[in-house]
């Protein structure tokens, strides 16, 4: 079986983490092959969302301690800093600017790079199984693959400070009172409602969501100036198409029903 099960399903692209008996641990393999998988998501225009995943019990265990970790120690400093380009997966840092939204259905245990996987996609839902923790501290280092900056960023400092430096896991209610997550549904709900979700940004306007996502992204740090240039400058330039003024009309004769999706949903 292959490390990583990758699906393409009415313009959602699935990616599901397939290592269940090291709790779908990234290893190399499997690091060099979610970057294939999130180039061509990246660039495959039949498909507009991606939901993440894992078999068995947990989401992601983070880096593979026997077979991705065991190159850092000693490492030289030509090899750290040519590793801030790749990032774990790549979706944590090196493709994390893909305008596509992803979604992580997070399954059961989301530990240090796995943590910090889920937390590079930009909607996450929990089973009520999920748990979620930061345990580097316990082995010697801490995130380095976007789970700091994330974590701040999703739940504050407090947050950020009381997860690293006690190493200990949160549930997932209390990952949701922390706003780490959106949602924490029964496991058994959890990949329908994640298709729920995917399938309510499919009915919207592709280009408009993926504005708003690289706006969201790039006002993160900024003050408040800078973040209201930004929304004006990119909310003004996608509504300046040629096919707006269409799509007001269809909603002015209420034939659009509130939404204007290119594509088909369920919903």
């Not at 290592?19 to 060099?32: C, G, L, S, V």
């Not at 959106?182 to 940004?201: F, G, K, N």
């Not at 800078?226 to 509504?239: K, P, T």
């Amino acid at each position: 079986m292959p490390n990583v099960i990758y699906e393409k399903r009415d313009r959602i692209a699935y990616v599901t983490l397939n290592r269940p008996e090291a709790k779908n641990a990234i290893n190399p393999q499997t690091h060099d092959r979610l970057w294939e998988i999130w180039r061509d998501f990246r660039d495959d225009p039949e498909v507009d969302v991606a939901i993440v995943t894992g078999t068995g019990d947990a989401f992601c265990a983070g880096a593979d301690l026997k077979s991705y970790m065991t190159r850092w120690p000693g490492a030289s400093p030509e090899a750290v800093r040519a590793n801030v380009a790749d990032g774990l997966g790549g979706l944590t840092r090196g493709l994390h600017r893909i305008p596509k939204p992803t979604i992580a259905a997070v399954n059961g245990w989301a530990l240090a790079g796995g943590f910090e996987t889920a937390l590079a996609c930009d909607i996450r839902i929990a089973s009520d199984r999920a748990q979620f923790g930061s345990f580097e501290a316990r082995r010697g280092f801490h995130h380095g693959d976007g789970g700091i900056p994330r974590l701040v960023n999703a739940a504050g400092v407090g947050v950020a400070m009381h997860m690293l430096l006690t190493a200990e896991p949160i549930s997932a209610d209390q990952a949701l009172r922390w706003n780490l997550v959106s949602d924490v549904v029964p496991h058994e709900q959890l990949m329908e409602r994640a298709e729920l979700v995917a399938s309510q940004i499919l009915r919207n306007d592709q280009e408009a969501v993926r504005s708003a996502k690289l706006t969201i992204l790039d006002m993160i740090g900024r003050d408040l100036d800078d973040q209201l240039r930004l929304e004006a400058l990119n909310g003004y330039s996608v509504s300046t198409r040629a096919d707006v003024p269409e799509r007001l009309q269809s909603f002015y004769d209420k034939s659009d029903r509130g939404r204007h999706g290119s594509h088909k949903t369920s919903l």
